[in-house]
């Protein structure tokens, strides 16, 4: 009786006859058969807990803590649990079913990141073999890095994807501070070279001038490839054109000077904080695209900034009465000032949403001739009926 009530604890059912390990005689357990000196052993196998259980989720709520905790100590970014790796490796780790600590550092530094080298030079491989079917095109990207050295980075891009084939340290080139149009086409002439020449289409850079110049010494060197602007740099430099005319460069300084002085003047920060939980968007130097977003920004917390320059803790300061202050303040109380952003976001809104498709895997030039044509019309549209006639 007292192996009946321990099984009843542990939730085993105890039925009329057990199996002794290693003999496949039964006895009764109410009696009869022949008596065993032990009693019967039985295996006890742990069932996985239902979904819902107590156990369970207190285990879940474990394993949220844990990886919460991990991303902060290791200073991780949270963007990392928006990447498909992340999960597929949770997942894989709940395939697991037992206790497991991870790979070792020291099988991270060697062989963990050898494999990983190999699968990934597999991959790279894969897509190199469909080059001279489907032909590629060399993309170029200039840009400093934390210790201001000029580089170019050299990728490589087909309809299966797109791979970094190298980086060029451009630093060291000459003295002057734009890279020699001659001396970079040399070293993108060595990366057509290496990717073959009969399967590059196309060479694609921005519209400096270095990147002009470099674009016509490769066509004369390699007449079946072609250099072709970066659609994205070149939509930038058309909302550059936009924002030099007149009645936008107007707008878009009233918007500069709202932004700058919020972002200058911290009691102004500590007024507006108590009126809204957004914060003001600071402008792009380089990309004038990003005023899109700035002015987004700034209709959104409008009324917020209504309420704060017409706050007592505004009236109390003592720099509300400075010319600066009483300028921002005069901007952000004129009606006609949120209406000409609003104009400003109608009228950049087709352009921006083509921006944002041409920077992006995926992007076809066919897609993009698409897109342009619907902006045109959403543009002229909208010129004509947000635009003052002699402002036109």
């Known amino acids: ?40 052993a039985i295996i006890v196998k742990q069932q996985p807990l239902r979904k819902g259980h107590v156990l369970q989720m207190q285990r879940k709520q474990h394993a949220n803590v844990m990886e919460v905790r991990c ?29 497991h600590s991870g790979v070792t550092y020291n099988y991270m530094r060697t062989k963990g990141l050898k494999n990983e080298v190999i699968s990934l030079q597999a991959k790279l491989e894969r897509v190199k073999g469909l080059w001279p079917k489907y032909g590629c095109s060399i993309l170029t990207d200039g840009w400093v890095d934390v210790s201001h050295r000029q580089l170019v980075n050299v990728l490589v891009s087909s309809c ?105 003047k911290r009691n102004a920060r500590k007024f507006f904080s108590a009126h809204s939980n957004l914060a003001i968007l600071r402008p792009s130097k380089t990309r004038f695209g990003v005023m899109y977003l700035v002015i987004q920004r700034l209709l959104k917390v409008w009324h917020p900034l209504e309420q704060t320059v017409v706050s007592d803790m505004w ?10 202050a009483m300028n921002v303040k005069n901007y952000i109380l004129d009606p006609t000032t949120e209406s000409s952003f609003q104009v400003v976001l109608t009228l950049m809104a087709p352009l921006y949403s083509v921006l944002r498709l041409t920077d992006r895997e995926g992007s076809t030039i066919g897609l993009l001739y698409e897109f342009m044509r619907r902006s045109k019309d959403v543009l002229a549209k909208g010129v004509e009926e947000n635009i003052p006639h002699k402002s036109k």
Not at 93 to 98: C, D, L, N, Y
Not at 249 to 254: E, F, P, R, V
């Open 1 to 40: 009786m007292i192996y009946l009530e321990f099984f009843s604890l542990l939730g085993v059912s105890t039925s009329c006859s057990s199996t002794f390990v290693g003999e496949s005689q039964s006895m009764s357990c109410m009696g009869g058969g022949s008596r065993q000196p032990y009693p019967p």
């Open 71 to 99: 991303i902060i100590e290791a200073n991780l970014s949270f963007n990392l649990l928006k990447t498909p790796c992340w999960r597929n490796m949770l997942e894989a780790f709940s395939t697991i079913g037992e206790k």
């Open 160 to 264: 299966y994807g797109t791979m970094f084939l190298k980086s060029i340290d451009c630093s060291h080139a000459n003295t002057t501070p734009i890279v020699d149009s001659s001396w970079l086409a040399e070293r993108i002439s060595e990366a057509i070279r290496e990717v073959g020449k009969e399967n590059v289409v196309q060479v694609i850079s921005d519209n400096a001038s270095s990147c002009v110049r470099m674009g016509s010494l490769l066509e004369s060197e390699f007449p079946n490839i072609v250099w072709t602007p970066c659609a994205t740099h070149s939509l930038d430099l058309l909302l550059e054109d936009i924002g030099q005319l007149p009645w936008m460069k107007s707008i878009m300084l009233k918007a500069n000077n709202i932004v700058r002085f919020f972002c200058k």
């Open 315 to 324: 009236r109390s300061w003592s720099d509300c009465n400075k010319p600066d």
